[in-house]
């Protein structure tokens, strides 16, 4: 056998070894992510999704580039994943209209009074009751997927109004200022949605983990964690 025989084979089994030793890591992104889609949206497609992109991590890792396996692997995982629920449109038109819904009732009760918005007063300002407004809650979860659409952004914060896009400078000036932005915003959170942003986006938590440090429930979780989300956006919105 030559050289780069050898060294071919060597590459093949580091790379199946790399693929074996991080399976579980796409288990776990794949639970982590499904806390936030609809019901509709089955595991074994994300795992499916999932381990493409590990694949494709494997053959495009660069260990000179200075970033860890488990960090540029992640972010394939979790990107093949999110482009398989894109592709399928599994998240239903509904999700977001009731998303916009809610964040404007956030907006205009918090103008109105000057505190921040209780989940009793934006169910009674969409003429809700408190335990509809909570399903509402869980069923826009599927609506903040992707990068700043967590938060209930989308990219064209980064947009030159004029041109229809920025150019890199004028982008990176954007970005920047939203960043420092948002991270006011969310530091004005009141404290229970701060934690759950803190455990969930920070700490890597799932929602069944973040109820078991919080001594709450699991849907609990998921409504602080959308009531964050929509309180952020009207509070962005606000400021625009």
């Keep these: 056998m030559d050289a780069l025989s050898k060294k071919t084979q060597v590459q093949e089994q580091t790379q199946e070894a790399l693929v074996k030793s991080h399976a579980l890591l796409v288990k776990k992104i794949a639970y982590h992510l499904a806390g936030r889609l609809p019901r509709s949206i089955l595991m074994d497609d994300l ?9 494709e991590a494997v053959r495009s890792y660069d260990d000179n580039k200075g970033a860890a396996f ?9 990107g093949f994943m999110l482009d398989e629920v894109r592709r399928n449109d599994w998240v239903p038109r509904s999700v977001y209209r009731n998303a916009r819904l809610v964040a404007r009732a956030v907006r205009i009760v918090e103008n109105r009074y000057g505190r921040e918005a209780s989940d009793h007063d934006v169910a009674q300002e969409l003429g809700l009751g408190l335990q509809e407004y909570h399903e509402l809650l869980a069923d826009t979860n599927g609506a903040h997927l ?11 914060v980064l947009c030159d109004e004029v041109n229809g896009a920025a150019t890199e400078p004028q982008a990176n000036v954007l970005n920047a200022d939203f960043k420092s932005q948002l991270t006011a915003v969310i530091d004005g959170l009141p404290q229970n949605e701060r934690m759950v942003l803190s455990l969930y986006y920070e700490h890597d938590l799932n929602l069944k983990e973040i109820g078991d440090v919080m001594g709450v429930t699991e849907s609990r979780v998921s409504q602080i964690h959308s009531q964050a989300t929509h309180r952020i956006r009207a509070r962005l919105e606000q400021d625009r």
């Design 70 to 78: 488990e960090t540029y692997a992640s972010i394939r995982i979790r």
């Design 47 to 55: 795992m499916q999704a999932g381990m493409l992109g590990l694949l």
């Design 146 to 156: 992707y990068g700043f659409d967590d938060l209930g952004v989308t990219d064209d």
